[in-house]
Structure formats: C-alpha cells, structure tokens
C-alpha cells in the first residue's frame, strides 16, 4: 500500500509551485524520517528543494513541511551562500530565501559567503572564513575581501527557529548610519583619496548600510546636505560619545554616538543637540580671575572670564578627551570624571574647582569658596548619616520542587550556613576577619580546646594568651576571644557561621544602600536514578587552593544616591561577585521538568507558535538596528560611577543517560527535541566555561539598555563557548576573549572570581 503525497506553495517569490509526488510510507535513512521534495515553478524552469519530516503523534502522522535555512539578506549587496559545497545566490529584496542542501542530514555543516560588489559591476569577493550551522545561537562578524577594494564585514546572525527544524539566518551590515536628526546629514570614510566621490546621503530618521574601506584607520566625518558644512573626523569603531562641532548659526553641533560590540558591529547615530548633550558646562564663579582651558595636547587656548559660563566640546574627537585647565601660573589636565582639586599659587587665592554631575550635564566649576564645592557636589548628601537600617539573617532554608500530579520529587534547593568562623562586630553588624587572621586565630583555638580539656580546672590555662604573632596575641573564652597588641588595642571576636542569607539595607532622605550575601546554595536532584545527583552547588577554586572563610557565593553590594533638584538617580557603587560553581544534568532531569511544565489539558494535537520567527523574517535592517540602538524615549538615564559584575567559571557536566525519550512530549517542544539531539554527540564531563566580566565607569544608561547589555554581554560569550568547547563547533567571534576585538572602548576581562572583593 502506497501513500503519496504532492503539495502546492500557492506564492512563494511571485510564483506557484508544485511539489513531485512523494510516498510517505518509505522510511528515509535519516533519523527524523525527513524526505527531500522537489517543487516547480509553474511558469518556468526553476526547482526548489524543501524536506517534509513525518512523525507519529497520537497514533496519528503528522508532517512538516520546512527549508533548513532561511536565509534573510538585510544589506544592499547581493551575496553567494554556500553549504556542503552547494551555492545558492542571495538576492537584495525582503522574502528569506530556502536553502536545502542535497546532503541535508550531514553533521557539523558548515556555511561560507561572498558578495558581489555594486560598485565594480558585480565582482566577486574571496569566500568568507567557515562558520558552523549546526549552533542553537550565534552572533558574530565574517570578513570578505574583494581584490583592489576592500574587505566587507557581515554581521551574521544564526537563530534556531521555534519549532527547530529550521536555522534563521540573517546577513546584515557591520557598520551601519542612524539619522536621529531633523535635518539630512552626509557621511564619507575621512582620509581616503576619493574622499569626495563617497558623501552618502542620510535623511532624517533614514538608516544605511555603511562600506568603509580602511577598517583599521576607521575615520568617519559628517556634513549638512543643505549647505555642506562639515565636522572634524571621530572614530566609528570606537564605543563613544560626544557632540561634533558644526561652523553653522542655525545648528552650531552635532550629537553623535557610536554603539559598539565584538559580535554585532557599530551603530553610528546622529541627533539633535539636547541638554547634556555637551561633553562639559564650564562655570567661572571666580569674582576676578579668567580661567585659561583647551583640550590636552591643543594650542587653541579660550578664555573664560570671571562670572562667566561657557558649554564645549572637544576640538578634536580623536585626541586625548581630556582638559587642560589654567589660572595663575599654575595649570591642571582634567578627566570629566567626578572630582575635586585646587589650584594653589603663591601669596594668591586658592582657586577650588570640581567635576559634577547635573543631572544630564558634567559641570566643571572653579569658585574661591568651599561652601560652593560643597553644595554643588553633595558632599553633605554623601555623608549624610543613613539612620534607618534593616537586617534580615536566616542560617538554613529548604525548598523541595514537587510534580504533584505525577507525585514525582523533583528538586531540594538549599541555601545554608558557612561553616564557623572568626567574626569582630563592626558598627551594627559582624564582620569576617581576613582569611590569614582566620587561620592563626583558628591554629592557637584548637591549642585552648585541647589546654582545656587537659586542664579543665586550671585557671592558669583558662586566662592563658596565646601568640598570634610578634605584636599580636589571642585569650580565648569558650567561643568569644580577645586580641590586644603591643599598644594595648582590643578588638573582641566570636566565632560563629555565617548566615546562609543575610540582607542589610540602609536609607536616609537622599542615599540608599544595600548588601546582599548568599553563603551558599545547593540544588540536589531529587531523582532515584540519576547520573548527578547535584544539579548545582559551588565549589573551591583549585586556583585559590582552599576555602576562604566567609567568601559567600554570591554577594551583592549597591549604593545609590538620588538628587533632587534634577530628578536624577546616581549610582555611586554597584558590585556582584559570584564565585566558582558546577552545573550538572542529565535526560531524565531534561524530560522531567519538561513533564512538571507541560499542561494538564491534553489537546488534540501540539502546535506550534511560530510569531517570533515570522517578526524576524519580517524585520528590515531598520527594526534590526532601532532594536538594538534604541531604548525608550521618556526612560530617564541612571548615572553609573562604578558597576562591575564578576567573571563567571562554570564547571559543566551533561549525559544522555537516563530516561528515555518521550517522544510525544518532544513533538510538544521540538526546540528543546533539538537541543537534545544537538547534545547527543556530546557527553560532557567538568568542562569549565569561563566568561568575561562586566565593567563600566563613569558612564549613563536607561534601565532597559542596561540590562540588554548585561544579557547580551554574558549570553553571547556562554553561547560561543558551549558551541566550541562543548559541541566542538567553529563560530565566528573570539569565543573566550583571549584578544582583543574589534570593538574599542568596551571593557571586559577575565579573573579568577575567588580573587574579588566588596
């Protein structure tokens, strides 16, 4: 008996097409029962190659008709895409283009690209470095070199789709042009010999596609379209941002800022001049003395009178971005980060001057008194005492996850206690002595125990000091001690544990505090037969070579400040460490949570919702950049000082053993079905992840950029290193940050996280 099936694409590129007939009661040799179809243009000659994957779910077939790529082209360029040695040529135009290649079932496929250049009547470029297909996700940058021209960056984009038969790629420009001005704008690539023939044309709320030619140099200038007044050269590679000087009445300057990753390229926006938008507001409240400035390394001097004020940007982007300051006989250079400074000169009045944040705007600020130093910087405001405090401390808690249905333990989640340590009580909370103070007190401890149980009724032994070391000892009382030195200081101590959560906050009218601490948490897999019977727990750092006392897993520590008269919120200090951890699973842990997750109701068949890959296909290179440039409008900016957020080291370790698959509940989750087949070639055993920090100083974001960034930062770099380490997978980027990328400006780096502090 025989099944045949032929299919119709009513419109696909303008055209219909029909499928050959297909039996579907032949079992193809892959392991999805996937079978190649051939479809023809109704009108003309032309073939397409699609797969139709037949399963059983519920005593029931069900097919799926699906392309393993889609290729979406976001640039002006046309390219050649070429997997298993078979090249589909990508046109310009909105519709993502199929591509099936004959050897559909290979492992570890991998894609190359070249493009095709306009400009030289359609010359090809070399082909692209490989990258695998084969990922869950992966962002990064393929260069292509076309001969006596220059090398092309793409920026691709590799997403496994919803349903996760099919691999959405997207080809987009590197460096693209963002026009957030009201006026048109021209661009060119600055210090090329035919500068002049390269102006392109950028309307207002306009986004191009931007070529440059000497990617190293990487030197942009821009122009007003109406009357050709241009601004001095900046970087477009460099993460910055500042406001371009234009020799025009109606509109004197130009925001610009450049956006810049290692995996997705360079947004160059433009804007309309705003208030803030001025590197710095120079005040001189000086009653009689003009103060002397220009930028370091410039000759340009300008002159600021007294009682006078001035906004100014920076004569020249590229050079050092700091100030040179001048009064008396005496001059200063100026980071426009906060401080404050004197002048001093001999016999004259001391000229105090300090950098500050108001509201949107830095404000330098020179004065002859201290009172004004004061009120400008909120130096009151910082010192003000925070006399309302919170503490919360819980020593164990216990958390047992549960299938009720199904009555089936699956997860105890643990937060306890540290073991006992050696504590001073400082102000309103004890405090964990250094971990080398730790262990001598701890080594003289152990001789008291043992003095006393010799000589339980001795009270030489009992009041006896113990030698810590030359100018230190130790008297222990039970579990209370005292330290003295040789000046006769004090300082009393306890030994007890730490609390497995501890929560501390602080507030007063302007400055709120908090600090977090998580001693350590465990996740126990509640299975009977399981390969790991901890999902995840933390654990001593070889590189450190033994515990720390009263180092927590987890600690957070923030210190904010809010200022009133701007409406302002400034983030004086934000730190999160995490230290080293493991993370274990295994099959039977994947299919058990999938089961805990799945709904009660039992439909008729499972769908599928594929909305988000449809969006993406859908999205021009405009959505692609907006969503990655842009946060909301009305979203005020909050001023970070200092935020750091530790290094993650992750030791990874995952089986298929265990419960087998159940297939009718993978057809309900055909990405995760994926997810597993993908891992199936890999039984990982300690494989340590090691991610970069994150650090930024002295710089403003919305809450929602922010956070992007954060996710973005971390997710991005755990995706490259589970592909190439644990998969074993060529992607494109530099997956454990070892050089430096293409992109400047951008601070991240890898310690060990045992070495961090609050």
């Not at 103070?437 to 113990?466: C, G, P, R, T, W």
Request: hydrophobic share 40%; proline share 4%; with cysteine.
């Amino acid at each position: 008996m025989t099944s045949r099936n032929i299919s119709l694409i009513p419109c696909y590129n303008d055209a219909k097409w029909i499928s050959e007939p297909i039996d579907l009661t032949i079992k193809s040799n892959n392991n999805h029962n996937d079978h190649p179809i051939i479809f023809h243009n109704a009108t003309t000659q032309e073939t397409l190659r699609l797969l139709l994957r037949v399963d059983t779910y519920r005593a029931s077939y069900r097919a799926s008709l699906y392309s393993p790529y889609w290729i979406i082209n976001c640039t002006d360029m046309k390219f050649e895409f070429k997997v298993e040695g078979e090249k589909t040529l990508i046109e310009i135009g909105d519709p993502p283009f199929f591509v099936c290649p004959i050897n559909f079932d290979s492992k570890k496929k991998k894609g190359q690209i070249r493009i095709f250049n306009k400009e030289q009547d359609d010359a090809m470029s070399e082909w692209s470095e490989d990258f695998s297909l084969d990922v869950i996700k992966s962002t990064g940058m393929a260069s292509c070199k076309i001969a006596n021209d220059r090398t092309y960056m793409i920026c691709i984009d590799i997403v496994t789709s919803s349903f996760g038969m099919t691999k959405i790629v997207t080809l987009a420009p590197a460096t693209v042009v963002i026009n957030r001005s009201t006026i048109e704008i021209e661009v060119t690539e600055a210090q090329t010999e035919i500068e002049e023939e390269q102006w392109r044309l950028v309307k207002p709320e306009d986004i191009i596609p931007f070529w440059p030619r000497n990617v190293e140099e990487a030197i942009m200038r821009v122009r007003y379209t109406h009357n050709r007044i241009s601004s001095t050269t900046f970087s477009f590679t460099q993460k910055h941002r500042t406001l371009l000087r234009m020799n025009d009445e109606e509109r004197p300057a130009l925001q610009v800022e450049v956006i810049a990753t290692d995996f997705d390229g360079f947004r160059v926006v433009f804007g309309d001049y705003k208030i803030g938008d001025a590197p710095i507001l120079l005040v001189n409240c000086l009653k009689s003395l003009p103060i002397a400035f220009c930028q370091t390394n410039d000759v340009r001097t300008q002159i600021l009178p007294p009682l006078h004020y001035i906004y100014y940007t920076w004569i020249n982007p590229l050079k050092l971005r700091t100030l040179f300051i001048g009064c008396h006989d005496q001059s200063v250079s100026i980071e426009l980060n906060p401080l404050c400074g004197v002048l001093e000169a001999n016999d004259q009045q001391q000229v105090y001057y300090t950098v500050f944040q108001d509201g949107p705007q830095t404000v330098l600020l020179f004065t002859e008194e201290t009172d004004l130093i004061e009120a400008v910087t909120y130096m009151p405001s910082l010192g003000e005492s925070m006399k309302q405090h919170l503490q919360i401390g819980i020593r164990d808690i216990g958390i047992a996850i549960i299938d009720d249905i199904v009555r089936n333990d699956l997860f105890y989640i643990s937060i306890s206690k540290s073991k006992d340590i050696w504590m001073e009580s400082s102000k309103s909370r004890m405090r964990p002595l250094s971990y080398d103070l730790n262990k001598y007190v701890d080594e003289q401890y152990e001789s008291y125990i043992k003095d006393v149980n010799a000589h339980s009724n001795d009270e030489e032994f009992l009041n006896k000091k113990y030698r810590i070391d030359e100018n230190r000892d130790v008297s222990f009382d039970e579990d209370t001690a005292e330290l003295t030195d040789h000046q006769d200081h004090l300082v009393r101590i306890k030994r007890q544990p730490l609390d497995g959560l501890w929560v501390g906050f602080a507030w007063s009218a302007s400055n709120a505090a908090i600090h977090l601490r998580i001693n350590r948490i465990q996740i126990d897999n509640e299975h009977e037969f399981t390969l790991f019977p901890v999902v995840l727990n933390p654990i001593v750092s070889k590189a450190a070579g033994t515990d720390i006392p009263g180092k927590p897993f987890i600690e957070f520590s923030l210190f904010k400040t809010t200022i009133a008269r701007s409406n302002t919120i400034h983030i004086k200090y934000l730190k999160l460490l995490v230290q080293e951890f493991v993370f274990c699973a295994d099959q039977t842990l994947i299919m058990s949570i999938l089961t805990f997750l799945k709904s009660e109701k039992i439909t008729a068949a499972p769908t599928i919702n594929m909305d988000s890959d449809l969006k993406r296909i859908h999205k021009p290179l405009k959505a692609i950049t907006e969503a990655q440039s842009n946060s909301l409008p009305a979203e005020p900016k909050i001023y970070f000082d200092n935020m750091h957020l530790s290094p993650l080291k992750i030791h990874v370790s995952f089986s298929m053993h265990g419960t087998g698959k159940n297939e009718q509940l993978l057809a309900e989750y055909p990405l995760v079905d994926f997810l597993l087949q993908i891992l199936n070639v890999a039984e990982v055993q300690d494989v340590i992840l090691k991610i970069n920090c994150y650090e930024r100083k002295n710089d403003q974001f919305t809450t929602a950029k922010v956070i992007e960034e954060i996710e973005n930062h971390y997710q991005n770099q755990l995706m490259r290193q589970l592909h190439v380490v644990v998969l074993g997978l060529d992607v494109l980027g530099n997956p454990f940050g070892l050089i430096r990328g293409v992109a400047e400006g951008v601070e991240s780096f890898f310690y060990e996280p045992y070495k961090a502090s609050l």
